[in-house]
Structure formats: structure tokens, C-alpha cells
């Protein structure tokens, strides 16, 4: 193995004896973390970890004028999280890193790119293009006029001498640093394909000649996108690739790039074979089967998060989004999942994100965590909603409403009518066919029953009295109202419970205001 360090001078990895599956997740921070972004993440950790291997992380911030340190902090915090942890990559809040190939920022990269791009000048596979953007514009509007492929071919800048071409890049002339595309031959006519070997998706075939001569970079030390993920890729040793679909595209370039750098090799058929493995993930679809986006709701980590949805059910959601375990489970473990995990199940058609699923499996989450973890969880919910009470009193109420609850965000409108007068209207009193004296006088005697008690104010007491005076009677008629009266809500906890902790006096008043309401007095 050669030294991991990329400076000083060009080096050929040798990947031949490598065994330990290496996979990245690269987000640009010029954006809050994406679900589908944080998708691709749980992946590469998923894969990574079933195979004993190691998930790194890399920023890929060379768009100056977009990404920022805050956005770098959003993705960072939200993968941390989701439990999504990587073995390489910064650490949260500092400039330091954890791994043996860092810096595992792009913009502190520079170097490598440079020395790459110098290697493609010199060999003459890369050259300096001087036309300007209204010439560009032009050319790519005349041929989709023509409704030919558009396609740059850069003469006459392709063939201009280096010397030359840095000459004017010295008189300060505005250029760009683009691929050359390799001439025609016999061995690769104008219509050769360019293939490569997808995990999920088999061969995939590319007409290589239509790329045209792409950009890799602005100039020296500004790297594209594709030039920059091929190095950094390669001199981290990524063993495998997995992303979305839409870099499908993408890709050919790169196997270009790796080509010219010498890093890829050839198969029997003639295929080129890069030194990793690639995987393109199925799309994130909306119900409409649209790419998702905000129309359709949500799409950041952190709106899922303040709406109340807990990190285990993301990470369980996200994992079953184009991937399933070839059976009926649906909620599983970090654990399980890990052992579960295989690319070889992962969809080829793009993937419903169903919110619906999601509020069930939260709720399922929700309810399997103890009252200590769910108080913890729930404490910035309480803030949120002006709620401030003896946390005694709030794991109480929290545990009456943990069965009903699917996010964490409805505590305030769940259990607000516990510190506030609920208002409701007088319909919502009554139970099926009931008069309005059928509610008052309801009402009126569940009242005298409270007033009356003298035993421990429980609810196992409370519903043996309220059973024995209901006695064979309609127990709706008697608890409906009661319940209504209490909650405000044609769906609460039950009427015992809530009496327990309002208490005798609190429940009173409360009485007494439906009878108002219901236009009857005690």
C-alpha cells in the first residue's frame, strides 16, 4: 500500500489487497440537511458497518458562494442526531478531524486538485477553453434549435498549445480548464459506449463522444464538482460509491477523469472498471410520484426533528425508503438493521416517502420508550407550548397521552386543557341522541357524585363509584359528557384518569361550566 498522504507527488493506490469496504457520504453545505441527502447517508453507514468497514464524511464546500459554516453545522448536528456516526470525517464545532486522510474538506484540498489538474495539463488530456459564456450560450442554443445532442467540442482552444494557452491565462484572459475528449480511433469509433457496472442497476451504457469536452475546473486551484469527487474518492480509497440516481450522469465523466489519471482498468468485454464499486440509489418520491420537494411537505431533517418525530423512527423510516428486509417487518433496530442491510435489495424504481407510514411508526417508537426517556425526549415540546409544570405532574399527564401520541409537536394542543380552561362547543356534550336536560341532568350527577366522595380521589376509585350510580344504565350517557366536560376534546384520555389528576375542585368548576354552557345550572 502506498503512503496515504497526497502531497508532494502522483501515486497509483494499489486496491488489489484492500478488503475493508469503505463508503462517504459528500454533502454540500449550501443547504439544511436533506431527507434524501440523509437517506444516501444511512446507506453508505448501513453497508459499511454490516461489513465491518468504515463510513467517512466529506464536505464538499468548493461552491464559495453558497456553502457556509452553518449549513456545515445543520448537516453535521443532524447526522449526529440520527445516529448516523462516521468513522472519518470533522468533528462537530472544530477544525479538527478524526482519520488518516484528512483535511475532509474540499476547500482545504486545494492541493491535491491542483496537482492533478497540472498532471492532465502537461499529458495534454485537459486544456484551457477561452471561449466565453455568450459564445457558449450560443452554440448550445443553435444546436437544440438543430435538435442535436448538445455537446461542446472546443476547437480551436482543445488543440492550442499549453504554453500558449498559459500565456494568455497570464494576460489575464478569463478561461476554464476543460477534459479532453479523446480523438476517434478504430478501437473507439464516434458511436463507442462507455460502461460501467451498477450494483443495484446492472451495465449501464453511455455514448462517451456526446459528453463533448465537459469542465473539471474554473481554473487551478477552483475544481468542478466531477474532478474534485474523483480524487477525493481515490485518495481516501472509497471502495464503494453509493449515491442517488440523478448522479447517474455524472458518472461517465468521472470514469473519464479516473481514466486519464490511470486508475481504471479494463475487464474482457472491454469494460472500464474504476477502483470502486458504483450504487445509485432510487429517487425519494412524493404521492404523486414527483421527485419530493417542498410542495409536498417537509423535506430537512430539522423540520422533521421540531415537528416532534423521534431519531430512531427516522433512521427506521429512512432505511425502508427503496429498501425492505424481504419480509413484513417494519420496525427494526439500528442493530437489526445493520445485519439486515444488503444493496442487492434496494429498488430500482423510485421511492414513496408516506407520511402516513411515518406518523405510525413514530407513534410505535413513541410508545415503546419508558416515561423517564419520553419525558426527557418530550421536555423542549413542553417549552414550546408555554407548558411549565412539577415534572411529577407532567410524566403523569405525559403517560395518559403516550398511546395517542404520533408526534411530539401535538403536546401542546394534546394536553393544553390540563392547564387551561378548554373551550369547546355545548354539541360536543352530547352523546348520540341526547337532549339538552339529558346532558344537564348528566352532568348534574356526576357532579353530586364528585362532591360527595370521601374515599382516596382515584381513578380506580372514581370508576367504581361512577359504575355502581351508572349501574345498568347507557355508560356513555353518564361518561361522555363527563369526559367532554373535562377535556373539552371529542378525544382525550378517560374520564377517570383526567379526574385523577385535575382533582375534586378543578373538576367541579369544570362541571359547572358545561352546565352553563348546556344552559342549566346545579
Known sequence: MQPKSSRGKYYILDFTNMKSVRTRIAPSPTGNLHIGTARTALFNFLYAKKHGGA??????????????????????????????????????????????????????????YKKYLEKLLFEEKAFYCFHTEKELANEKKAQMESKIPVQHICTPWRDLPKRDAE????????????????????????????????IIRGQVHFFARLLGDFPIAKSSVEPLYNFAVVIDDYEMQITHVIRGEDHIPNTPK?????????????????????????????????????????RHGATSVDEYRQAGYLSDTLFNFMALIGW?????????????????????????????????????????YIRSKTS?????IARPYFDQAGISADAILLKRILALEQPRLKKLSELGEGIGFFFAVPEYNKELLRWKQMSDEDVAQSL?????????????FNKEVLQKLFFDMIGEGDKGAALWPLRVALSGKKSSPGPFELLEILGREVSLRRLQRALELAGATT
Request: negative net charge.
Open 55 to 112: 463510513f467517512v464524511l466529506r464536505i464538499e464546500d468548493t461552491d464559495r458562494e453558497r456553502s457556509t459554516k452553518e449549513f456545515e453545522k445543520n448537516i453535521l448536528s443532524g447526522l449526529e442526531w440520527l445516529g448516523i456516526h462516521w468513522d472519518e470525517g470533522p468533528e462537530i464545532g472544530s477544525s479538527s478531524y478524526r482519520g488518516d486522510y484528512a483535511p475532509y474538506r474540499q476547500s482545504e484540498r486545494i492541493f491535491s
Open 254 to 294: 468521472q470514469l473519464l477523469i479516473a481514466k486519464a489519471l490511470g486508475w481504471t482498468t479494463k475487464n474482457t468485454i472491454g469494460d472500464t472498471i474504476p477502483p470502486w464499486e458504483y450504487v445509485h440509489l432510487p429517487l425519494i418520491l412524493g404521492p404523486d410520484r414527483s421527485k419530493l420537494s417542498k
Open 444 to 456: 348534574k350527577k356526576s357532579a353530586e357524585c364528585i362532591a360527595g366522595m370521601t374515599a382516596p
Open 324 to 364: 425492505n428486509p424481504g419480509d413484513a417487518r417494519e420496525k427494526m433496530t439500528k442493530e437489526v438493521l445493520i445485519k439486515e442491510f444488503s444493496l442487492e435489495k434496494v429498488q430500482k424504481s423510485g421511492a414513496i416517502f408516506d407520511t402516513t407510514k411515518l406518523d405510525w411508526l413514530n407513534g410505535e
Open 167 to 198: 500565456k494568455k491565462c497570464g494576460a489575464g484572459e478569463a478561461s476554464i480548464i476543460r477534459f479532453k475528449m479523446p480523438p476517434t480511433s478504430a478501437k473507439e469509433p464516434s458511436n463507442y459506449q462507455l460502461t460501467f457496472r451498477d
Open 372 to 376: 423517564d426517556e419520553l419525558f426527557e
